[in-house]
């Protein structure tokens, strides 16, 4: 059975750490990071797991921080050999209804320049470029900032 719940601490920041690790994409969050971010009043991390008997196995997660009627997606992953089942849609769209209940009215985010997969994911919920960041990573790319209003 599938389910996404609000990730309050614990244990499991470990394996959210690994899906950063084991994504291209995310950014390289540590378990304590996550346990930082979760513990803020102004962010929520979401998680979506299988169970399977007495086993759940999280799959990816979806970082937020809002405040009055923006929001901003910080972090966000599913890990790869999950990836392209829909997964990351059915979390990202859990992601975006929390938002609208809680009055959010923009969302933005930033994604590689380079990052087609990505851009084209965010492109289906309708987020439009708003601005470039030059040379935004330590690589050397751009990084697009996308928006969303609600």
């Not at 609000?6 to 995310?26: D, M, P, Y």
């Not at 979506?48 to 009055?68: M, P, Q, W, Y």
């Not at 990052?115 to 960041?133: H, P």
Request: aromatic residues 12%; charged residues 25%; glycine residues 4%.
């Amino acid at each position: 059975m599938r389910e996404i719940n609000q990730f309050l601490g614990g244990e499991i920041a470990q394996r959210l750490a690994v899906i950063c690790t084991q994504s291209k994409t995310a950014a390289a969050w540590s378990a304590k990071d996550f346990q930082t971010e979760a513990a803020q009043k102004t962010s929520r991390i979401f998680i979506i797991s299988e169970s399977d008997n007495d086993t759940k196995t999280v799959l990816g997660f979806c970082a937020v921080r809002f405040t009055f009627e923006t929001a901003e997606i910080t972090n966000f992953a599913v890990c790869p050999q999950m990836q392209r089942k829909h997964l990351g849609t059915e979390l990202f769209t859990h992601t975006l209804n929390f938002l609208k209940e809680k009055g959010v009215k923009e969302v933005t985010l930033e994604v590689s320049y380079l990052n087609t997969a990505a851009k084209e994911f965010y492109k289906k919920f309708k987020f439009t470029n708003v601005s470039t960041r030059k040379k935004f990573y330590n690589t050397g790319e751009d990084a697009q900032i996308l928006k969303l209003n609600l």
